[in-house]
């Protein structure tokens, strides 16, 4: 079982910015699709950004676009998730995720196999 572990959430206010990273227990993490979801309190999980196995493809979902980046580090085994520009509305737990077909599958039909155990973001204000 692949194991993911996210890291570096936490509270800010309006207009700050956060980076998140995701850790797989695997050795290769290259050889999955990369992505982030998010999850608000009463509300379904939604696709945030994914990212294909070289990091050369992206996709972003419409809410976080020109203020979310999402981005890979092979040699380092992670990938990242640089937040900016924060807004209440981004307040969720965020969930790293990882598949094995496409990151546009990813981003279209949420095609995910793996899961990490999310890491809550607080927008204040």
């Known amino acids: 079982q692949v194991r993911l572990v996210e890291s570096g959430g936490g509270l800010v206010q309006t207009g700050g910015s956060l980076r998140l990273s995701c850790a797989p227990s695997e050795r290769r993490f290259s050889n999955y699709v990369g992505g982030w979801f998010r999850q608000a309190p009463g509300k379904e999980r939604e696709f945030v950004a994914s990212i294909d196995r070289s990091g050369g493809s992206t996709y972003y979902d419409d809410s976080v676009k020109g203020r979310f980046t999402i981005s890979r580090d092979n040699a380092k085994n992670t990938v990242y998730l640089q937040m900016n520009s924060l807004k209440p509305e981004d307040t969720a737990v965020y969930y790293c995720?990882?598949?094995?077909?496409?990151?546009?599958?990813?981003?279209?039909?949420?095609?995910?196999?793996?899961w990490g155990q999310g890491t809550q973001v607080t927008v204040s204000s």
């Open positions: 995720a990882a598949g094995r077909t496409s990151s546009r599958d990813m981003a279209v039909s949420h095609a995910t196999g793996y």
